[in-house]
């Protein structure tokens, strides 16, 4: 009889021939120990050296990226909100160029109206009265509507009613100084200029009253004074001449009705009582 040996593992041969050693349990724990320590110090070493290689992020880090994604969108926008910024800008822009450009024109204007006034002062002088009259009204025209031409458009009102008194035209004299005046109330010439005019017409009570404004500007205008004192007898006179016209009038229109019944106004008589200060009408034949 043949015997069959069993093939042998090389392995196993080997190891029933050089078993293996059994671990020591402290070199295992001390070696896993040596390999945790190696990875902290490269943890270590990669978060000193910025390496974010090992694909985690901090919350800095985070919170970093996602205030420069706001910020990026902020800036960036919705394209209805640039547009709108936009047309903002672009308007206020041309409102500050039309600004610029009207006021330019104002001065511009104003420049002119003053040349027609000066223009006008100098056919005034000449005794051109016709053709200053016409370059104050130019000047008028000519001057925008704005704070710094009110002394220059009173000016002109007052040189226009200058102009009218020396053309004998009093009713527009008296005109224009009012208009000088509703622009300046203390312009003294268009009062004095208006007070002549006034007289002129035989307007006591005004021109007086004129007088009485210049003297609350200037109490020690001894002009306006002067004035005063010698219109005021004309104007007592005026009102006593105009009383007894209106009395005649009165008269004329009473007999007109008395007149149907055979009766005039100087049928009745007014008679005051002593006593009491009253009047009662008699009538007597």
């Given at each position: 009889?043949?015997?069959?040996?069993?093939?042998?593992?090389?392995?196993?041969?080997?190891?029933?021939?050089?078993?293996?050693?059994?671990r020591?349990?402290?070199?295992?724990?001390?070696?896993?120990?040596?390999?945790?320590?190696?990875?902290?110090?490269a943890?270590?070493?990669?978060?000193?050296?910025?390496?974010?290689?090992?694909?985690?992020?901090?919350?800095?880090?985070?919170?970093?990226?996602?205030n420069?994604?706001?910020?990026?969108?902020?800036?960036?926008?919705?394209?209805?909100?640039?547009?709108?910024?936009?047309?903002?800008?672009q308007?206020?822009?041309?409102?500050?160029?039309?600004?610029?450009?009207?006021?330019?024109?104002?001065?511009?204007?104003?420049?002119?109206?003053?040349?027609?006034?000066?223009?006008?002062?100098?056919?005034?002088?000449?005794?051109?009265?016709?053709?200053?009259?016409?370059q104050?009204?130019?000047?008028?025209?000519?001057?925008?509507?704005?704070?710094?031409?009110?002394?220059?458009?009173?000016?002109?009102?007052?040189n226009?009613?200058?102009?009218?008194?020396?053309?004998?035209?009093?009713?527009?004299?008296?005109?224009?100084?009012?208009?000088?005046?509703e622009?300046?109330p203390?312009?003294?010439?268009?009062?004095?200029?208006?007070?002549?005019?006034?007289?002129?017409l035989?307007?006591?009570?005004?021109?007086?009253?004129?007088?009485?404004k210049?003297?609350?500007l200037?109490?020690?205008?001894?002009?306006?004074?002067?004035t005063?004192?010698?219109l005021?007898?004309?104007?007592?006179?005026?009102?006593?001449?105009?009383?007894?016209?209106?009395?005649?009038?009165?008269?004329?229109?009473?007999?007109?009705?008395?007149?149907?019944?055979?009766?005039?106004?100087?049928?009745?008589?007014?008679?005051?009582?002593?006593?009491?200060?009253?009047?009662?009408?008699?009538?007597?034949?």
């Amino acid at each position: 009889m043949v015997l069959i040996e069993p093939e042998e593992n090389e392995e196993t041969n080997a190891n029933v021939i050089n078993p293996p050693k059994p671990r020591n349990p402290s070199s295992s724990t001390a070696t896993k120990t040596t390999d945790s320590s190696d990875d902290s110090t490269a943890a270590a070493s990669a978060t000193v050296n910025g390496d974010a290689s090992d694909g985690f992020e901090t919350a800095s880090e985070r919170d970093v990226s996602d205030n420069e994604d706001g910020d990026a969108k902020e800036a960036k926008g919705n394209p209805e909100d640039q547009q709108q910024r936009q047309h903002e800008e672009q308007s206020k822009d041309d409102s500050s160029g039309n600004l610029a450009n009207e006021d330019e024109l104002k001065q511009k204007a104003l420049a002119q109206a003053n040349d027609a006034k000066l223009e006008g002062n100098k056919l005034f002088g000449d005794g051109q009265y016709e053709g200053a009259l016409s370059q104050y009204e130019l000047a008028l025209q000519v001057a925008p509507e704005m704070p710094s031409s009110v002394e220059l458009r009173s000016m002109c009102h007052s040189n226009r009613a200058i102009c009218f008194v020396k053309l004998g035209k009093y009713e527009d004299a008296i005109k224009e100084c009012t208009k000088a005046l509703e622009l300046n109330p203390t312009y003294m010439k268009a009062l004095i200029r208006r007070g002549e005019a006034h007289e002129k017409l035989e307007h006591y009570e005004e021109a007086i009253s004129d007088m009485k404004k210049i003297l609350e500007l200037d109490p020690l205008n001894e002009q306006a004074r002067r004035t005063i004192r010698r219109l005021e007898p004309l104007a007592a006179e005026k009102r006593e001449k105009m009383k007894e016209e209106m009395i005649g009038k009165l008269k004329d229109l009473g007999n007109s009705v008395l007149g149907r019944f055979g009766m005039s106004v100087d049928n009745f008589k007014a008679v005051k009582d002593p006593n009491t200060g009253s009047y009662s009408v008699q009538f007597q034949r």
